[in-house]
């Protein structure tokens, strides 16, 4: 692919800088960042350098502004950033022949081309409720894998099922006593019967050792708990593909923590070798330095049974083997920072120097979500919710004259999953969030709907303009709001790099806003003046101008949106 006009003004600025500080080009270029939209395209911090030039902030950047000239580039200095602004004019054509041409890859490139990224997500527990940190493993991992696709790495998307471990032995004498043995394939009725096991363990010790020793009996190849464990876990599976499916999302492999249970002994024997291993209260743990206060890591309970990192372990060094990643991402909610740290920590000591290529990709909490189920939060009724929201909203709208659509139904479907989509990836990753369903599914506030139909807006300016030209004057595009559309696509494939870089799909949201704002305000221009309507009549060449810029801001719109995973309907 070939470098967009952003991707040259950028390198222009760099080099401009680097001249300027007399350093080379890479020794900054990483610091050169988007600038928030109100002050230009690109921003430069001058902090790092204060201390080497004994200046404050605000006069390295003035004074850097001052000198810096670069055709086509407006340079100035705001407080201690150096900022600057592109004159897109002389490429106007070039923006919007790029996100024409290449519609919904639009914003992509080439830096991942002949890399591997392995991605854990999803992960849910079989014969469990999927939990909400589930729905977030899920939505941001698929986005983040889409992000790198979109990069052209080679994408190896694992769903890491928990299907191994004690909890499974809960659900399996839960069974025994709560279960119907006609419903041994309704995956509903595992949840519950989970759910009251689950309960009943807390309160009665006895109880939890049944659950302990059935997972004894698995580790152990008792062919009759495995046959029991192999249906539930083939009922989990097919209940999780029909919602994957329903999400539209899918997994290279799903292989979970059962897949390491003949490749746990190796690399405990391993860690032995290279770390050290010792027995604490009977159990096998790592000898490494601990923390005071800090559990240590668990190999083997004091009943000879494997843990939870014990198969991370196996399986970091398994992909590796397998993959040869360039990175290997692990989705998963900050609850879990301390596992992850530790299990690096191990690597490290064990001389696995590819653990510097792995990323736990933490996610905050969720708080004030439940459904009509009470405290067990089905994903499939969230879903089932959403739309059922989504259906009230539309044909509302559809009574008000607002939105036109052949079929409501499918239509709520879509809006329904963009709202859960959108209303999680509009925000880092890290931070925590209240769900409320008032704020992710309406048409004006910052929520999927009111993207979805800014971009089936573009389609509609463009059926009445009877289609998107071929040719075109991109010198008529003169309007400032027109050059502002124009800034916000070009943007794109920075965007996207950047999100891929750090596992953020928040900023493709966030640019997704700017770019659905500047384009209603430009068609709403309009309504106070005839001249500057997007459908101008009387100057053909300029309402056909118009039309190629809208077209483009339908391809960008499609773009970002499919790659957080949002349907993009051309009709609403
Ligand atoms: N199944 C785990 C859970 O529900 C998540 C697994 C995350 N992946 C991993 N490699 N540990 O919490």
Request: contains cysteine.
């Amino acid at each position: 692919m070939s470098t967009s006009a952003y991707s040259r003004y950028r390198a222009a600025f760099v080099e401009a800088l680097a001249q300027s500080l007399g350093v080379p080009a890479s020794e900054i270029d990483a610091q050169v960042k988007p600038a928030d939209p109100a002050h230009g395209d690109l921003s430069f911090p001058t902090f790092p350098l204060a201390k080497a030039q004994k200046k404050a902030p605000p006069a390295i950047a003035a004074g850097l502004a001052q000198n810096l000239k670069v055709p086509g580039l407006e340079i100035v200095a705001a407080g201690p950033y150096v900022n600057a602004r592109f004159s897109l004019l002389p490429f106007t054509a070039e923006v919007i022949d790029a996100a024409r041409a290449q519609g919904t890859r639009y914003g992509g490139g080439d830096s991942g081309a002949g890399k591997t990224v392995v991605m854990d997500y999803s992960s849910p527990n079989i014969a469990k409720p999927i939990a909400f940190h589930h729905i977030r493993s899920t939505v941001i991992g698929h986005a983040v894998a889409n992000l790198h696709r979109a990069l052209g790495y080679r994408v190896e998307g694992i769903n890491y099922l928990g299907d191994w471990g004690k909890q499974f032995g809960l659900v399996a004498v839960g069974f025994q006593e709560y279960g119907d043995p006609t419903k041994r394939q309704d995956m509903a009725h595992l949840v519950k019967v989970y759910v009251q096991a689950n309960q009943r363990a807390e309160k009665e010790p006895a109880f939890d050792e049944r659950a302990r020793d059935f997972f004894r009996r698995m580790e152990a190849n008792d062919a009759e708990a495995l046959a029991l464990w192999k249906e539930f876990r083939e009922t989990s599976i097919r209940d999780f593909l029909r919602i994957y499916a329903r999400l539209g999302i899918r997994f290279e492999h799903i292989e979970g923590e059962s897949f390491y249970q003949d490749k746990m002994e190796p690399v405990i024997e391993e860690i032995s070798r290279t770390v050290g291993v010792k027995q604490s209260e009977g159990a096998l743990i790592v000898d490494l330095p601990y923390e005071e206060n800090e559990p240590p890591v668990l190999l083997k309970k004091n009943d000879g049974s494997t843990l939870y990192a014990t198969r991370d372990l196996a399986a970091a060094i398994d992909r590796h083997e397998r993959f040869h990643f360039d990175k290997s991402l692990y989705v998963v909610a900050t609850d879990q920072a301390l596992h992850f740290r530790q299990l690096f920590r191990v690597l490290e000591a064990m001389g696995r120097d590819f653990v510097d290529r792995m990323v736990h990709v933490n996610f905050g909490r969720v708080h004030g979500m439940s459904t009509r189920q009470g405290n067990v939060v089905l994903l499939t009724d969230v879903l089932d919710e959403a739309r059922s929201r989504a259906l009230t909203l539309v044909k509302n709208n559809i009574a008000e004259g607002k939105i036109q659509t052949d079929d409501p139904e499918a239509l709520a479907e879509q809006i329904g999953l963009g709202a859960i989509f959108f209303g999680d990836l509009k925000n880092r990753r890290a931070t925590d969030y209240t769900f409320d369903w008032d704020e992710i599914l309406n048409f004006t506030g910052h929520t999927g709907a009111y993207l979805q139909y800014a971009h089936a807006r573009a389609c509609n300016i463009l059926r009445k303009g009877g289609g998107a030209p071929t040719t075109y004057d991109a010198s008529r595009l003169t309007l400032p709001e027109e050059q502002a559309v124009l800034r916000a696509i070009a943007r794109l494939p920075v965007v996207v790099q950047e999100a891929a870089d750090q596992q953020e799909p928040s900023y493709v949201a966030r640019w997704l806003l700017d770019l659905a704002a500047e384009f209603s305000r430009y068609y709403t221009l309009g309504n106070q003046d005839r001249a500057r309507r997007v459908l101008l009549e009387g100057d053909e060449p300029l309402k056909q101008a118009r039309l190629a810029l809208t077209d483009a801001t339908r391809a960008a719109l499609a773009a970002g949106l499919t790659l957080l995973g949002i349907a993009t309907p051309e009709n609403m």
